[in-house]
């Protein structure tokens, strides 16, 4: 079955620090991947997707991610962490109509 | 453009009573989803629509959950009877397609507490 891994629960850092959160999925054809970001009480709001091109992929807030397949990962990366930022990260996969989340990593953040 | 609309916010009940969310995604799309989101994990999907007619519920506990999307537009999912376990953040999304690369748009969510 297909999966996605997000090795860490969760994450601090402090403001202005950059940011690497971590994301590997276990379908061996290039799926379509995404990262969602979930702050408190709201719904899940798109960061940045990828289907195909190039691999390093820029999204909204001034995040980015590189798609590898030989490492089966697709990473989130922002150079400047601000305190906004604090909210729940969910990487996703949809390979022939079925989505599948990772269990998410939180993000803390210190002022 | 409005987002995806999603009532109540919350609900508390006891368990084996029903319950009731309802959903009215972005007009237009014609694909919508519900998702269950325990604490502490991922959304899960529960049920796909394509307009009105289902895609894929291979996920759904039907033996207490029951969802519809009459006339292809609003939907609704039923817990009866509510389990303990039913306790999560139930979200509904919306996509234009019902295509692999199409983003979905979610609500915000209800919140389900069963005592």
């Known amino acids: 079955a297909q999966s996605v891994t997000q090795p860490d629960i969760h994450i601090t850092v402090s403001e202005g620090a950059s940011l690497e959160l971590r994301c590997n999925y276990s379908y061996g054809a290039t799926p379509y991947l995404f990262w969602y970001v979930q702050s408190p009480g709201q719904g899940l709001q798109l960061l940045l997707k990828y289907f195909s091109g190039d691999t390093l992929v820029q999204g909204i807030k001034g995040f980015e991610a590189e798609f590898k397949r030989s490492q089966s990962s697709f990473n989130l990366r922002k150079p400047s962490v601000h305190w906004s930022d604090a909210a729940e990260y969910f990487c996703?996969?949809?390979?022939?109509?079925?989505?599948?989340f990772g269990p998410g990593t939180r993000l803390s953040v210190l002022p | 453009e409005a987002g995806v609309a999603q009532s109540p916010r919350y609900k508390i009940i006891e368990k084996r009573q029903s319950v009731a969310f309802w959903c009215n995604p972005i007009s237009g799309h014609a694909t919508l989803y519900w998702y269950q989101q325990i604490l502490g994990q991922g959304p899960k999907l529960l049920i796909q629509f394509q307009n009105n007619g289902v895609v894929d519920d291979s996920q759904l506990p039907k033996d207490r959950f029951s969802a519809e999307r009459l006339k292809g537009v609003d939907s609704t999912l039923k817990i009866q009877p509510a389990k303990l376990e039913d306790s999560a953040v139930y979200l509904c999304?919306?996509?234009?397609?019902?295509?692999?690369?199409?983003?979905?748009?979610f609500g915000p969510g209800t919140r389900l507490l069963v005592l």
């Open positions: 996703a996969h949809n390979y022939g109509q079925n989505f599948v």
């Open positions: 999304a919306s996509s234009l397609e019902f295509q692999s690369q199409e983003t979905q748009y």
